[in-house]
């Protein structure tokens, strides 16, 4: 196998700098190349729908969050890791599209849920399934053990890192 563009990037390096162990970066400069790979197939594949990144993470939260596909907004945008600024023009833009829809809180009369609408649920099943073969296409030079591997030693150094 020829050397690729992170193994030509390290020789450069260690001319420059012939005692500093470069090894790490071979797998975090993979890794980084490989989630914008991930990420263009995915804002690609979600074009498709009319949305982004971004909007399909709320469709999928609420169409895998039971009880009726509702949350409360803060729940949302702290499980998606966003600003209730940034979730806020989210939402909007999704009920706009009547994708969801902001429905009183039954246990607090001051408080909002968020629930999926028929037409949402319907429009993430599909961007999600679509999402699925693009990402099978991906994987496509990999064979299901090596791709179970693989899975299994980025969840070991997710565990680590997001402890």
Known sequence: MERDWTEELLARWAKEQPGLDLRPYLATARISRMAQHIARSQETVFARFGLNRGEVGVLSALRTAGAKDRL????????????????????????????????????????????????GRRMVDEAVAANTTAERELLAGLSTRETEALSRLLRKLLSVVER
């Open 72 to 119: 409360s907004p803060t729940r949302l945008f702290k499980g998606l890791m966003l600003s209730s600024a940034g979730m806020t023009s989210r939402l909007d833009r999704l009920e706009r599209r009547s994708l969801i829809r902001r429905v009183r809180d039954p246990a607090d009369r001051r408080g909002v849920l968020i629930e999926i609408t028929a037409q």
